[in-house]
């Protein structure tokens, strides 16, 4: 128990990297066992228990669903909601939050957590690109929505199956699918006003650009043959434009546009308006090339030096698509911002000066080999051009490991392995990007949690706690009764494992009714309620170790929004249990 509460604290604290916490956690525990076995075991068990955590289902579950979450992402598969979803965001950021909370409670009923949750991150994220709310002020909250929505029925969670299974086998009547969901739904309404409103201002701002307005970029689209250019008037073509972008006007007999934009709005105006901001034969060509080679596309910014070869050039006589097979989108104009703005000449044939910084695309090994010759530096936050073509086969691949799950044909564990695989073989992710799929401060904290959890476990210190609940609750009403245990359960899953809190709460259930003559099925619920209740820690539930590195979340972050989420479900789902089962 010491050692648990040292590792939290060192969590919450902030004083030291969690990586190395978890490292020192599993350290410590393979250390002590080592040195002081558990009765009955030999030193290496002490071992095996310590770093089992890192070959763990749980754990290998966890990174298979970041891999395919990346496959989502580099393919650009979830585009398309994220662009519906986005437009409500633009309409009202209240508003898409609140949908999108209800859109992940309704689903995670019926699917399981874990799926519902990778599916979101990706959509998140690029709504946070798009002009959205961070992603750090709305993973934590989505995620809340999800579990609460898990915890409505019997197959939301494994855990809901596990509890009903055990209180099954010791003799309570079979539950229904939707035998408690009256109770969460009620519930649902007291808890989601504060997930909604609260709990994303509780949040920081964790985006790299937080603070920052995007550089913008001049450019000179170019409207395909069937593109809505031709046909729109000025003020028609205005409204269609998304935020983030300028247009000074028309160049050509063609419908050239000469626009000002960030990056992000420049290339969802290329899509609105079927428009490139290169020549469409040199797109086709690295397009061409990219689904020959499979080497991805990259957007880069690039700062020119004061030697660059590229000084005294223009866009055109650069020649950097014929010597390089590079793209330039736009141009920052860092000396004399004004140029840009006044003419297409000025977007096209004024030359590069010192510090202009240029959006191009192209392989990144084009764009090393340009930067090493031109001397231009490649900056920070090159963005991969999604891999469009493999969207439907990473949409097929996701189904395929999330239905099989969701229907009870195969555990997480195996279908999202294959999936992950599947995405490999198929290219949607390549093998060499693969560690940008994991966050190695998620994989050593399951590793150290599970661990924990064991060790609790099997060193009876669940057990003694268990006894001590049993002897405090002698005097307390059923109401007390109730609310203590969902409070003992709740810490429990927050600090062990909601597969250590069922396994050893609901036992204690049926002990407490038999012994204090209270209904054994509102205790039960009230463990079952208590094992859902893991907003606190992130290791309390994997779907929170999920969110960890795609929100880039500290511990305390978990702790700040999670702990009155956590009062507020135990104050209201006790209050509700009292009265659906009349123990006054």
């Known amino acids: 128990m010491l050692l648990t509460f040292a590792m939290f604290y060192g969590f919450v604290s902030g004083r030291a990297r969690v990586e190395i916490i978890s490292l020192l956690t599993v350290t410590a525990i393979a250390l002590g066992l080592y040195m002081f076995p558990l009765p009955g075991q030999a030193p290496t068990d002490g071992l095996k228990l310590a770093f089992e955590g890192f070959g763990h289902y749980a754990l290998v579950t966890i990174c298979a669903l970041m891999v395919l979450g990346r496959g989502l992402v580099t393919t650009g598969a979830l585009q398309p909601v994220s662009r519906l979803l986005t437009r409500v965001w633009r309409y009202n950021q209240q508003v898409g939050l609140i949908i999108t909370l209800l859109l992940a409670f309704a689903m995670s009923m019926m699917v399981n957590d874990t799926p519902v ?208 097979n590079i793209a330039i989108l736009g141009v920052h104009r860092a000396q004399r911002p004004w140029l840009g703005v006044l003419s297409a000449e000025a977007t096209v044939d004024n030359c590069f000066d010192e510090g202009d910084i240029i959006l191009a695309v192209g392989t990144s090994a084009n764009i090393r080999q340009m930067a090493l010759a031109e001397n231009v530096l490649i900056l920070e936050g090159a963005k991969e051009m999604p891999r469009s073509a493999k969207a439907p086969l990473a949409l097929a691949i996701m189904a395929a490991a999330i239905v099989p799950a969701s229907i009870g044909l195969a555990p997480i564990a195996i279908s999202a392995l294959g999936g992950a695989i599947a995405m490999l073989v198929t290219g949607c992710v390549r093998v060499d990007r693969v560690g940008r799929a994991l966050s190695a401060q998620v994989i050593l904290l399951v590793a150290a949690s599970i661990a924990i959890g064991r060790v609790v476990l099997e060193s009876g210190a669940a057990t003694w706690l268990s006894e001590l609940l049993a002897i405090g609750l002698q005097h307390l009403p059923p109401a007390g009764v109730l609310a203590a245990v969902m409070l003992f359960v709740t810490l429990l899953t927050n600090f062990a494992s909601n597969t250590t809190a069922a396994a050893v709460g609901t036992p204690i259930a049926f002990s407490l009714g038999q012994q204090l003559g209270i209904p054994v099925e509102p205790l039960v619920l009230a463990v079952l309620f208590g094992c859902n209740l893991c907003y606190a820690t992130p290791v309390a539930y994997q779907t929170n170790m999920l969110i960890m590195s795609a929100g880039d979340y500290h511990f305390s972050d978990y702790t700040r929004t999670g702990f009155p989420l956590v009062v507020l479900m135990i104050v209201t789902l006790s209050t509700l249990l009292v009265v659906r089962y009349g123990l006054y």
């Open 117 to 324: 949750l990778v599916l979101m991150i990706p959509i998140m994220a690029a709504i946070a690109a798009n002009g959205g709310l961070p992603a750090s002020r709305t993973l934590i909250p989505i995620n809340s929505a999800v579990l609460i929505g898990g915890m409505s029925t019997t197959i939301g969670t494994s855990t809901n199956l596990l509890v009903v299974s055990i209180a099954g086998d010791m003799g309570m009547p079979p539950i229904g699918v939707f035998y408690f969901t009256p109770i969460v739904l009620a519930a649902a309404v007291i808890a989601l006003p504060f997930i909604w409103l609260v709990m994303p201002r509780l949040l920081p701002d964790n985006s790299v650009a937080a603070g920052h307005e995007p550089r913008r970029f001049s450019a000179l689209l170019r409207p395909g043959e069937n593109s809505a250019v031709h046909s729109l008037s000025r003020a028609e073509l205005e409204a269609r434009l998304p935020a983030g972008i300028d247009l000074f006007g028309t160049v050509g007999h063609d419908g050239r546009l000469l626009v000002s934009a960030t990056p992000a709005a420049l290339e969802e105006t290329m899509r609105v308006l079927d428009a490139t901001a290169a020549p469409a034969w040199l797109m086709e060509r690295l397009n061409l090339g990219y689904s020959q080679s499979g080497e991805d596309l990259n957007v880069v910014e690039l700062a020119v030096a004061r030697d660059s070869g590229l000084m005294g050039k223009g866009v055109q006589n650069a020649n950097l698509a014929e010597l390089y």
